[in-house]
């Protein structure tokens, strides 16, 4: 089986929300912070769609994959890793 990644960082000057679809997974990114999303054994046809906004942006795993996770400098984050309080 293939994996799949994508690096994705916030060039912004203040935090964004990364969203890891369809699970509804938060991770809040600071300014400069930089993430891997890594999806393992996936089937054939799978890939990311990537969105954004001025709140931040959605990462879409399209297709079959065993195990998506997001990664900081090596290390595997869990939901709610810098989570902020959001002002909808």
């Given at each position: 089986m293939l994996t799949q990644r994508i690096?994705?960082?916030?060039?912004?000057?203040?935090?964004?929300t990364l969203w890891l679809e369809?699970?509804?997974?938060?991770?809040?990114m600071s300014p400069g912070d930089a993430f891997e999303v890594l999806a393992a054994n996936v089937a054939e046809g799978?890939?990311?769609?990537?969105?954004?906004?001025?709140?931040?942006m959605?990462?879409?795993?399209?297709?079959?994959?065993?195990?998506?996770?997001?990664?900081?400098?090596?290390?595997?984050?869990?939901?709610g890793h810098n989570r902020r309080e959001e002002t909808w």
């Open positions: 690096k994705v960082s916030n060039e912004r000057s203040s935090s964004i369809p699970w509804g997974e938060d991770y809040g799978f890939y990311f769609h990537v969105s954004s906004d001025e709140k931040g959605k990462i879409y795993a399209e297709g079959d994959a065993n195990d998506v996770s997001v990664y900081q400098s090596g290390k595997m984050l869990s939901c």
